[in-house]
C-alpha cells in the first residue's frame, strides 16, 4: 500500500513561485510518479509526469518551461517546482504514483492517489 502527502501550495501573485512536494510511504521507488490538478470547474488535467529513476519527463503543453517534476528516491518524495505562475494555473493539485516503467498522461494508469494541496494565484 502507498500513501501520497502533499505540501507547499498556497496563494501567490501572479509571476511568483512554489515549489510542491510529494512524500509517499511505501515503496514508490519503480513507479513512475505523476502531478495532476483540478481546477474548480474544470476535469482533472495531467500536469507532468517523472520516470521512476528520474531521467525522463513529461509535461502538458502550458506548462513547459514553467514547471520542473523531480523526485529525490532516497527521500521517496517528488517535487513540482512552479515559476512564473499565471492566475490559470489556480487549481488544486495531486500527486500520484504510476505505472511502473513508463510514463502516463492518464490518470487511469495511477493506482495512488494523494489528498491535494489548494495552488491559488492571483492576478
Known amino acids: 500500500q502507498v500513501q501520497l502527502v502533499e505540501s507547499g501550495g498556497g496563494l501567490v501573485q501572479a509571476g511568483g513561485s512554489l515549489r510542491l512536494s510529494c512524500a509517499a510511504s511505501?515503496?514508490?521507488?519503480?513507479?513512475?510518479m505523476g502531478w495532476f490538478r483540478r481546477a474548480p470547474g474544470k476535469e482533472r488535467e495531467f500536469v507532468a509526469a517523472i520516470a521512476w529513476n528520474g531521467l525522463s519527463t513529461y509535461y502538458v503543453d502550458s506548462v513547459k518551461g514553467r514547471f520542473t517534476i523531480s523526485r529525490d528516491n532516497a527521500k521517496n518524495t517528488v517535487y513540482l517546482q512552479m515559476n512564473s505562475l499565471k492566475p490559470e494555473d489556480t487549481a488544486v493539485y495531486y500527486c500520484?504514483?504510476?505505472?511502473?516503467?513508463?510514463?502516463?498522461?492518464?490518470?487511469?494508469?495511477?493506482?495512488?492517489w494523494g489528498q491535494g494541496t489548494q495552488v491559488t494565484v492571483s492576478s
Open positions: 511505501g515503496r514508490t521507488f519503480g513507479n513512475s
Open positions: 500520484a504514483a504510476g505505472p511502473q516503467g513508463a510514463m502516463s498522461k492518464s490518470g487511469v494508469n495511477y493506482a495512488y
